[in-house]
């Protein structure tokens, strides 16, 4: 059968929409556990009850079938942040941070999508099929914080004072994508409702202020030498 072709009679009995679901259901539910390079394309389509060629037929291949499992996942995860309050421009910096830290901690935590535990596969063992892909899937909110890092440590910091205060608030949220299932386990429920992520919000909010403003007088007490 060419590449081109209808695909397997196991997905012909349903719509388009609904074989290509279930490609993509089978092929995060792999991706998730052994990355992109880990994973076959053989294993995805066994789990998916159809043959090789319908990967090509919905997605254009291995690459294109990751692009649209990270696309969804994306769609996922940004619709359970959506809801979360965006202070206005004119806030208060503090406000504006912790309502970021609380949509990177919703993001990070969710069940609802695998976005979180693709990132840190990719993190661990880069695949250099995200790039390919074309993602961005926290450009967003690194940008943002980026501009919040730089209002709090002031003007005179240079871009790689600001960068390693992007990356000391970006690793607290990450370590809670890492560890909850260890932290609730060991009986410290950081997770257990809406409230306590605000609360773990606010505290990273509180100690991120006191670093970054502390990381930049340290740049600046090194300049006056």
């Known amino acids: 059968m060419p590449a081109n072709a209808v695909p397997s009679v196991a997905l012909d009995a349903v719509s388009p929409e609904a074989a290509r679901e279930r490609i993509l259901d089978a092929a995060v539910a792999l991706f998730a556990v052994s990355g992109y390079e880990g994973t076959a394309v053989r294993a995805i389509v066994q789990r998916a009850g159809t043959n090789l060629n319908s990967v090509n037929y919905y997605f254009g291949g291995k690459l294109g079938l990751y692009r649209a499992?990270?696309?969804?996942?994306?769609?996922?995860?940004?619709?359970?942040?959506?809801?979360?309050?965006?202070?206005?421009?004119?806030?208060?910096?503090?406000?504006?941070?912790?309502?970021?830290?609380?949509?990177?901690?919703?993001?990070?935590?969710?069940?609802?999508?695998?976005?979180?535990?693709?990132?840190?596969?990719?993190?661990?063992?880069?695949?250099?099929?995200?790039?390919?892909?074309?993602?961005?899937?926290?450009?967003?909110?690194?940008?943002?914080?980026?501009?919040?890092?730089?209002?709090?440590?002031?003007?005179?910091?240079?871009?790689?004072?600001?960068?390693?205060g992007v990356r000391s608030v970006l690793s607290q949220c990450v370590y809670f994508m890492f560890m909850g299932d260890v932290l609730q386990r060991a009986g410290s429920p950081v997770f257990a409702n809406a409230q306590a992520v605000r609360e773990l919000a606010a505290d990273i909010t509180v100690f991120s202020l006191a670093g970054l403003r502390a990381q930049a007088a340290q740049v600046q007490k090194q300049k006056t030498k």
């Open 69 to 164: 499992v990270m696309q969804r996942e994306l769609a996922r995860a940004a619709s359970f942040t959506a809801h979360l309050p965006k202070p206005a421009a004119k806030s208060a910096v503090a406000v504006r941070l912790e309502a970021l830290v609380l949509r990177l901690l919703t993001l990070f935590v969710s069940t609802h999508s695998q976005l979180p535990r693709l990132a840190a596969l990719e993190v661990v063992n880069p695949s250099g099929a995200f790039d390919a892909a074309g993602l961005d899937v926290d450009g967003t909110e690194r940008r943002e914080l980026r501009e919040l890092v730089r209002e709090v440590q002031g003007v005179d910091v240079d871009d790689a004072c600001v960068e390693r």
